[in-house]
């Protein structure tokens, strides 16, 4: 029963950005925090891409936007041109944030719908703009390591928040470069490489016995540049059943040629946790246990004509216990789904800009002793059991992409042909246009259409239950999106208004219908959904020379509103989206070396949930309440003292002790207490 549906440096000095891939950054030899690249950048994604929003580049200096210095001939794109939103969450402000996961720090992002079953990224969904958990591409450095059993596993990463550089968000539709699954919008997580010989140390305890720890080592010479981290984190749990346990290991390194540039990266993380409630109030002992391993190779070479292959591949093996440590009770249930991709991405810069050709092949399969299509019989490593059922499918896609700019103007067209081994209905097309003006200095008037898609999971496909039914003919979710806006971008001052509306069709649903006891997967859902976000960033630092009591203020507010076309059906399309989203984030100084930051989010869910009661006493029927989700605050706070070699740091989550649910049934902590320090040292 599975229950997961409910060489040699040179310095250039210029006055714009222009083009050139991630893969770049990751190998130079000076530490670089980009504060911005374009959507394409993000998208083109060759030998691991990015994009960003803040019109900043940060170094050891502090430098104006419109001089800015740099190593090696990197030359990213001028972000603040760009007709999209991507929202960047820098090193340093990752540093100083109150979290101690890649989930906690989305939980402050603009538009970003963060669902924590398990805490400190134990088990998180993620959506953006109103969209599902499945409906958002998660990239490590520019690679798509998304999930294709459940969105559930999405962000069972094996990097720990300290190695992260910067954390970007788009917003909205990429597929026309990203492929399937980028349906509301990615997220590209992006590890740091240091100029510098080093080793840090650092390690956190708190409450709940909560224990963190990781070691970090940085390595160089002329040619080659490496980095490996390991870390160990748990906690006996906040309530019975939530304790958990996660270990990572992570390397990524780089090798720089006359010809051109290598990048890799491999990782593994082992995370098991209770799962006290996650998929059913019924049965609160429910336990589950999710090994990942990554790995990708890169390369880029060229100057005007760029030439960017990625190959890549992710395994995963989960193991789901409805009865903890009970198997004779309920069987587990196991899967294993394994990815292997090709990329590569073509760049040719010329008079009229810059026109871009990629392609990707991708293989998706599983084992599983519930999700699939196939029979078969195979040994579960390590376990008195086998694997019964079996699926795979290939996905293909191509894409084609001109940016051209002129004066005030900046203008991005492309079309992404997709096609799947798995679906009979051939090639389809998602085009996408981009189109900014610049009205005034540091002002933009921006504007965007495109048109994404999202390939049903296997469990979409396959989880049958007692009262579920998967659908293998299930064809892929389609939207077209619109937005439009206001971009302002000065020294310090990043600011944007934007509008958007969506119109998704052939929407994946589990339905009932008519003569038919059982729910089952279907594409008849249409879903409409309008939103405004805007968000105001202020880096004092920057905008004035003398020091100052504030040094960052960020204040965001989203707004969403879903319609769905009803048709003659019961239907469990959950819309319990994030309908308001208020967010503010203000980092201090209190005294010499001393600082201070603190995050307060207000969200308000749509939709209602069905509240578990218990069983009846006389019949032994389930009881559920019909229950509206109550809005909230959520406050937490960091204080911190740091020089060069040592930081020392005090935080709490939920400050205020708030009662809350991201999801039905599943209580969230309440204050949580926790200290550590971080030692580096420079060798």
Not at 39 to 48: C, E, K, N, P, R
Not at 171 to 184: D, K, P, T, V
Request: glycine share 8%; aromatic share 12%.
């Amino acid at each position: 029963m599975h229950l997961k549906h409910l060489p040699t440096r040179r310095v250039l000095l210029f006055k714009k950005w222009s083009r050139k891939t991630f893969a770049v950054y990751n190998t130079l030899h000076k530490e670089i925090k980009i504060g911005v690249l374009s959507v394409s950048a993000f998208a083109t994604l060759g030998a691991q891409q990015t994009a960003a929003q803040t019109d900043t580049i940060r170094t050891n200096d502090k430098v104006d936007l419109e001089e800015v210095v740099v190593s090696a001939d990197a030359t990213p794109e001028l972000q603040s041109e760009v007709a999209r939103v991507v929202t960047v969450i820098t090193k340093d402000e990752i540093q100083a944030s109150p979290v101690n996961s890649i989930a906690d720090l989305l939980e402050f992002a603009l538009n970003v719908d963060v669902r924590q079953r398990g805490v400190n990224g134990v088990q998180s969904d993620i959506s953006i703009r109103g969209g599902s958990y499945d409906q958002v591409m998660v990239l490590l450095n520019g690679v798509n390591i998304s999930d294709p059993q459940t969105g559930h596993n999405m962000m069972n990463l094996p990097v720990d928040l300290s190695q992260v550089d910067r954390i970007e968000v788009l917003q909205g539709a990429g597929a026309r470069h990203l492929g399937a699954n980028a349906f509301s919008g990615a997220i590209n997580i992006i590890t740091g490489s240091s100029e510098n010989n080093k080793i840090q140390l650092s390690g956190s305890a708190g409450e709940y016995g909560f224990y963190d720890g990781n070691l970090s080592i940085a390595f160089h010479n002329s040619l080659t540049h490496h980095q490996i981290s390991a870390g160990l984190t748990g906690s006996s749990g906040y309530i019975e059943n939530t304790d958990f346990k996660r270990q990572n290991i992570y390397y990524n390194g780089g090798l720089d040629l006359d010809f051109g540039s290598f990048v890799w990266q491999a990782g593994y993380t082992d995370n098991g946790f209770g799962a006290n409630s996650f998929y059913t109030p019924v049965y609160p002992d429910q336990y589950e246990a999710v090994k990942t391993n990554i790995a990708s190779l890169g390369f880029t070479t060229g100057t005007r004509f760029k030439v960017s292959p990625t190959v890549y591949v992710r395994n995963s093996r989960d193991r789901f216990e409805l009865f903890r440590d009970k198997p004779a009770t309920y069987p587990y249930n196991f899967h294993k789904s394994n990815v292997y991709g090709s990329r590569i991405n073509t760049t040719y810069y010329w008079a009229l800009g810059k026109t871009s050709l990629g392609a990707e092949i991708r293989n998706e399969n599983s084992l599983s002793n519930t999700l699939g299509n196939i029979p078969d019989t195979v040994k579960v490593n390590g376990y008195d059991a086998f694997y019964y059922k079996s699926y795979t499918r290939t996905n293909y896609s191509a894409y084609a992409e001109h940016q051209f700019s002129s004066g005030p103007l900046f203008m991005t067209a492309a079309v992404m042909a997709f096609g799947s081994t798995s679906l009979n209905s051939g090639i389809s097309f998602y085009p996408g246009l981009d189109i900014s003006y610049e009205l005034l200095d540091g002002f933009r008037v921006k504007g965007s259409v495109n048109r994404s898609l999202r390939m049903p999971t296997f469990t979409d496909l396959f989880y049958n239950g007692p009262t579920n039914v998967g659908n293998p003919d299930l064809k892929p979710e389609t939207a077209w999106s619109y937005e439009g806006g206001f971009k302002f971008h000065k020294k310090g001052i990043a600011s944007h208004i934007t509008a958007f509306y969506r119109q998704g069709t052939n929407l994946i649903d589990w339905v009932q219908l008519p003569d038919n006891e059982k729910y089952t997967t279907t594409n008849y859902t249409q879903l409409n959904t309008f939103g405004i976000e805007t968000s105001t960033r202020l880096d004092i630092t920057k905008m004035r020379d003398a020091a100052c009591f504030i040094r960052r203020v960020g204040v965001s507010y989203s707004y969403l509103n879903s319609d769905k076309v009803e048709q003659d059906y019961d239907s469990r399309y959950a819309l319990d989206y994030l309908k308001h989203k208020f967010t503010v984030t203000l980092n201090h100084s209190v005294v010499s070396k001393i600082f201070a930051e603190w995050n307060a989010s207000w969200q308000d869910r749509a939709g209602t949930y069905q509240k578990y009661l218990g069983r009846d006493p006389e019949t032994s029927d389930l009881l559920y309440q019909t229950t509206p989700y109550a809005p909230f605050w959520m406050v937490s706070g960091k204080v911190y003292w740091e020089n060069d070699r040592l930081k020392l740091f005090a935080e709490a989550s939920n400050i205020f002790d708030v009662k809350y649910m991201d999801v039905a049934n599943v209580v969230q902590p309440g204050r949580w207490v926790k200290a550590g320090v971080v030692f580096r040292i420079n060798y």
